[in-house]
């Protein structure tokens, strides 16, 4: 590793592995990639896992902020540095199938029937040039509330009407916690913070906003939580930092709404190993108020990547109802976990599972490396994600059944990725897959999807699209309740860029994402907001971020 300390192979792993450590152009990212597919490949399969006890966690740091649009943001750089950002990826266990894929839709349905309304750019990497610094991936994410859309990217966010597209603020995250304690409150020149989360408080009308800070050598993160006070995305902030310990990296981090808790997941790393999947619920009553609030955790070393379920809807879980937990377990099964959480006694806080739930056996999209998406014009190829569920797991009771929508990336016959996707029925009882399906577009890889349902079944993914003689871009496809089950209706186009992300995987030009966001409008529960990125001309470290709204003819 040239111009890098020696470290042992769990060495590397431990302080890059966090998804987050600002690369330069010169290192080489293929060993990093090898390195922690050595290790994550040898995470072992288990069908039961021992029961562990809850941790718990004060928040080091709590208190309210002034107006976010008070606050300084960064002055503008002089010079610019660019950072690639490694992923560190587990090889999915289980036995690879065959090139068939039992899920595959194999009869294309009309063209989707939802209507594109608001269509317009969002952030780019030079939303986050203020601060002296590009990255690679976009970590691109949005949230919808009753008047807003707050987008985030890797350090910077944005508020923007909903109504005219306008915006409203647009700042460096780190701003928002001007003069908290330790490294939260490290300022908006900052770019040691990352993977920033945004959710809206349907119940509440509050926004969500998380991001990791780390220390500069990358071995210890703080998770940085601010709830607004109000529904407004430019005033005051509830501010929380917590902490895990010393030389623990909570990265990838994932955030869910429930009515007793905000739920988060990360994927845990030491300076020498991976530690596991943390599942915590944070005290949402207390974030609420501004009081001081606990964390608890649970901890699993044989999982990877949880997704926490992310209410959605006007009726709440049945009284009681525990969060649910699912990651990506093998090439033939997910594995579910329930989260009830008791702040007052907190012993009795459980993290039960795994319970499998058998899918379709599936390849991973471009396993083993996880990187061979084409592009057109170069020969430079993309991560594809494929060893994990992508962002948001949402949550819908509808009285007579509850669902939770699931996506990921698999292979297909026809292109090296296509679109899994699930419904799960009934999941606090016996959890069922309703349907499921495998989407492609014959030689146009898809990928990078998000999921959601609206308030009469219709459902609608969002993805990244590319193929070798077109240029990466963003549709989405989607489904009525009358239509076959397991297929989708034939994608639509939100737009495509003009140009190819290159540079080599040293220069971050194998990178993509890391998430997209589709999440409902709040104001009527139809409408949905999808978020993802393209590049404007050939290149790295100039991703943009479109954002798009659309809805079903059949629900108002």
Same mark, same amino acid.
């Given at each position: ?71 300084? $943001?960064?002055?503008?750089?002089? /010079? ?9 990826? #587990?090889?999915?266990?289980g036995t690879l199938p065959p090139a068939g894929d039992e899920a595959m839709q ?19 990497? @030079? ?7 590009? *990255?690679?991936?976009?970590?691109? &994410? ?15 966010? #944005? ?11 647009? =700042? ?70 917590? =902490? ?20 988060? /997941? ?56 525990? &969060? ?56 430079q190829k993309l991560d594809s994600l494929g060893d994990r569920l992508m962002f948001?797991?949402?949550? #819908? ?41 495998? *989407?492609?577009?014959?030689?146009? @890889? ?8 609206? =308030? ?9 699209? /590319?193929? @070798? ?6 549709? *989405?496809?989607? #489904?009525?309740? @009358? ?37 409902? $409008?709040?104001? &009527? $529960?139809?409408? *949905? ?28």
């Open positions: 590793m040239p111009n890098a300390p020696v470290r042992t192979l769990f060495g590397v792993l431990g302080s890059v592995a966090a998804d987050r450590k600002p690369w330069t152009s010169s290192y080489p990212l293929a060993q990093f990639a090898v390195t922690a597919l050595l290790l994550l490949a040898t995470l072992p399969i288990f069908a039961q896992q021992p029961a562990s006890s809850p941790e718990v966690y004060s928040d080091i740091y709590h208190d309210t902020s002034a107006p976010a649009y008070s606050y300084s $943001d960064a002055a503008p750089a002089t /010079s610019v540095q660019r950072f690639v950002r490694p992923l560190p990826q #587990r090889q999915v266990p194999m009869s294309p349905l009309g063209n989707v029937g939802a209507t594109i309304g608001k269509n317009f750019d969002g952030l780019s990497d @030079s939303a986050n040039s203020s601060t002296g610094f590009l *990255f690679v991936p976009s970590d691109n &994410n949005i949230a919808a509330g009753a008047t807003q859309v707050v987008e985030t990217i890797n350090i910077a966010y #944005r508020v923007i009407n909903k109504s005219t597209g306008a915006t409203v603020l647009s =700042k460096q995250i780190g701003s928002l916690f001007t003069g908290v304690s330790g490294l939260c409150g490290q300022g908006a020149t900052s770019p040691d913070f990352t993977d920033p989360i945004v959710v809206y408080d349907k119940k509440a009308a509050r926004w969500v906003i998380s991001i990791i800070a780390f220390t500069s050598d990358f071995s210890t993160g703080n998770e940085c939580i601010a709830v607004s006070s109000t529904s407004d995305a430019t005033g005051t902030y509830h501010r929380y930092v917590f =902490k895990f310990g010393t030389n623990l990296f909570n990265d990838y981090p994932k955030l869910g709404v429930w009515p007793d808790a905000y739920y988060a /997941s990360y994927n845990m790393f030491t300076p020498t190993s991976f530690a596991g999947a943390k599942a915590c619920a944070y005290k949402r009553s207390a974030m609420l108020a501004g009081t001081a609030a606990t964390a608890i955790c649970f901890t699993k070393t044989q999982e990877f990547s949880f997704l926490p379920s992310d209410l959605d809807g006007a009726t709440l879980p049945p009284t009681g109802q525990p &969060n649910f937990f699912v990651d990506l377990f093998s090439t033939t099964s997910l594995h579910l976990f329930k989260f009830p959480v008791d702040f007052l006694t907190t012993s009795n806080s459980k993290f039960t599972g795994p319970i499998v739930i058998t899918v379709p056996a599936f390849t991973p999209a471009c396993s083993p490396t996880f990187t061979c998406i084409p592009q057109g014009g170069t020969s948001r797991m949402p949550y #819908r009771n509808f009285g007579t059944h509850q669902s939770l929508m699931i996506t990921h990336s698999v292979k297909t016959s026809t292109a090296a990725s296509g679109i899994r996707w699930y419904e799960i029925r009934t999941p606090n009882t016996t959890p069922t897959v309703f349907q499921k399906g495998t *989407f492609g577009a014959g030689s146009t @890889s898809l990928w990078m999807g998000s999921i959601a349902m609206d =308030k009469v079944g219709d459902i609608a993914v969002g993805f990244s699209k /590319s193929s @070798s003689t077109t240029h990466p871009g963003l549709a *989405f496809t989607g #489904r009525i309740p @009358s239509d076959p089950l397991g297929t989708l209706e034939s994608a639509a186009s939100i737009f495509t860029g003009g140009g190819s992300q290159t540079g080599g995987s040293a220069n971050g030009g194998n990178r993509w994402g890391d998430y997209s966001s589709l999440v409902l $409008d709040p104001a &009527n $529960d139809c409408t *949905f907001w999808y978020v993802n990125q393209y590049i404007p001309t050939n290149g790295s470290f100039n991703f943009h971020t479109r954002l798009a709204s659309f809805k079903f003819p059949g629900c108002s």
